[in-house]
């Protein structure tokens, strides 16, 4: 079986411990680095994933099943510490515990954020090549737009001048109409001031509401898995892929100068492998900073007090967690044409089950919303002159939305027909951390997402929520909407509208920013613009906790850029 030599379920089935790269995590950006490193075949690259493999994983595959993997084994299984600004609930955090990592279980929105986002990268550290400009062509060189599998006309609906046609993972417009669609297109020309019709959020500004993109190709998910590890890659010679396999520490070379040489990576199992030139951790915002101060990389006090020999100071590590709080609205309808009906018929649910294994068409070809709508905080707004804006410019929204027909997301699946709308604050203030357990370090990490910390997101959401209401205050929906039934209808007042934030608000799963890169020279920060942690050699991170800032967009797209990139760092320095 030629094409499965390079897949090995166990480290005792491994040819060598020594490579000349080893990477940490077989997820959304390690699967790109060993694809394009393994490119060059003098490179023996080996990729450590600690999750089984995503081949056959129908819930993997099925894009309407995006959540199913949850509180499986392909999940971490997660959990935040409570939150502070939750009215002390915790949250499950799920996380990808499986080739492919968060690209095989998210919900494949393809939002690359505002221009914006990334010159603020590039102005912090002080290195253009981290600029929109300059990643725009990592970027059309990660995808491979295809039409939807139902294969309907979609001129109008995107822009295809901004896209990439020749890369390496798929990405597509909805495939399945859904019965509010014509309501919500109506709604921008009845409220064109708060929501135009935006031809393509992936332009760089995305402000209005447009067609959902997805990372989706033949009505099948594209995952870092599936696009950059397919068995036409790993039969390569050179790339070896190492599965069921949880890496605890690295380690620098005995006896080497600072900076400190790292060659040593540590799995569970206390076997140690070499790496010859680098180790690139890709294992995550939650896990490679976990990673890190287990190996004594971290703020020395910190990692001192709980017995862990400091090797080298780095206070930033596990700081600046960034993510996205999301809350919503429903209501209540008189259509019986909704989407209750599949979320609630398991005998729909089984048709379209067999719909999508026989022609990749149908309800569950699609991810969940056919729409997301954009929106910035006005200027003069009372918010932004009392707290700032932490937006990184004018091409930059604040609040995304995204309208769905159904009870999914705010309701516990019930009888009834319901749509609403999912809101989100895309440019929070508030941050967080990643921090060892102090009791078991190499246990489950604690989790703090920091949600609402700053006085800016609770307005922020609140504003989101009261935007999604005057969304269906539209004439459109006067005899179709009913009631209200999320927020509670009776809940008008600021403060009840901040309390029903507190109490069910929830999270994207859009942590970034737990080892955020810096200027060269800068005190503060984990790595430097090329990605390699500060004060050593051979030890680089490439995920998305080096993200300094969280982009205005859901952060598999800059993942995958940032990815694309540092391979050409790699492969350029080591040429």
């Not at 399945?176 to 393509?200: G, H, R, W």
């Not at 508030?430 to 920091?450: A, C, E, H, M, Q």
């Not at 949600?451 to 209401?469: C, H, N, V």
Request: charged share 15%; aromatic share 10%; proline share 7%.
């Amino acid at each position: 079986m030629p094409a499965l030599a390079a897949v090995y379920d166990n480290i005792q089935q491994l040819p060598s411990t020594s490579y000349d790269f080893i990477i940490v995590g077989g997820g959304t950006g390690g699967s790109v680095v060993a694809n394009r490193l393994s490119e060059n075949p003098t490179f023996q690259v080996l990729l450590i994933e600690a999750g089984p493999t995503n081949e056959g994983v129908l819930n993997s595959m099925v894009p309407y099943l995006a959540g199913a993997l949850q509180k499986t084994i392909y999940d971490w299984n997660y959990t935040t510490v409570p939150g502070v600004g939750l009215n002390n609930r915790t949250l499950d955090y799920p996380r990808g515990h499986i080739l492919g990592g968060c690209s095989s279980h998210n919900n494949m929105f393809y939002t690359r954020g505002s221009k914006d986002d990334y010159d603020r990268w590039a102005q912090v550290t002080g290195d253009p090549g981290w600029s929109w400009e300059k990643l725009l062509p990592y970027i059309l060189k990660n995808e491979r737009w295809s039409p939807p599998s139902d294969g309907h006309d979609t001129q109008g609906d995107f822009d295809p001048s901004v896209h990439g046609f020749s890369g390496i993972m798929f990405t597509s417009l909805p495939s399945a109409p859904q019965p509010i669609d014509d309501m919500i297109l109506e709604v921008t020309k009845e409220q064109p001031s708060e929501f135009p019709y935006l031809l393509d959020m992936n332009a760089g500004r995305p402000l209005g509401l447009g067609w959902y993109q997805g990372s989706i190709g033949n009505g099948t998910r594209s995952s870092s898995a599936t696009a950059y590890l397919s068995s036409k890659f790993t039969t390569r010679r050179n790339l070896h892929v190492l599965l069921n396999t949880k890496v605890t520490k690295v380690h620098p070379i005995t006896g080497s100068p600072a900076p400190l040489r790292f060659g040593l990576v540590e799995t569970t199992a206390n076997l140690l492998l070499t790496a010859r030139r680098e180790i690139i951790l890709s294992a995550g915002p939650i896990n490679t900073p976990h990673i890190l101060m287990n190996s004594g990389i971290g703020d020395r006090n910190a990692l001192t007090e709980i017995g862990i020999r400091s090797v080298l100071h780095l206070p930033s590590v596990g700081k600046n967690l960034t993510d996205q709080p999301i809350a919503g609205v429903s209501y209540s309808v008189s259509s019986n044409d909704t989407l209750d009906n599949l979320i609630m018929n398991k005998t729909l649910q089984a048709i379209a089950l067999a719909q999508w294994k026989l022609t990749r068409t149908g309800p569950y070809a699609d991810a969940g919303p056919n729409f997301i709508a954009w929106a910035r905080l006005a200027d003069n707004s009372s918010i932004v002159r009392q707290f700032g804006d932490p937006s990184a410019g004018p091409n930059t929204p604040h609040l995304e939305l995204a309208p769905f027909s159904g009870s999914a997301f705010f309701l516990i699946p019930q009888p009834g027909h319901f749509v609403g709308i999912a809101s989100v604050v895309v440019t929070p203030a508030s941050r967080g951390s990643v921090t060892l357990n102090r009791l078991d370090p190499l246990g489950k990490p604690y989790i703090d997402l920091g949600y609402y910390k700053s006085e800016f997101d609770i307005l922020a959401m609140r504003e989101a929520l009261k935007l999604s209401q005057r969304f269906f205050k539209a004439t459109v929906w006067r005899k179709y909407i009913i009631e209200q039934v999320a927020p509670p209808a009776n809940a008008t007042s600021d403060a009840e509208l901040d309390e029903y934030i507190r109490s069910f608000s929830f999270t994207t799963n859009h942590a970034v920013g737990t080892a955020a890169m810096s200027a060269k020279n800068s005190q503060y920060g984990v790595v430097d613009p090329d990605l390699r942690v500060k004060g050593t050699m051979g030890l680089r991170i490439v995920d998305a906790s080096v993200m300094p800032y969280i982009t205005s967009a859901h952060p598999q797209v800059p993942v995958y850029a940032i990815s694309e990139r540092a391979s050409d760092l790699i492969k350029n320095l080591w040429n």
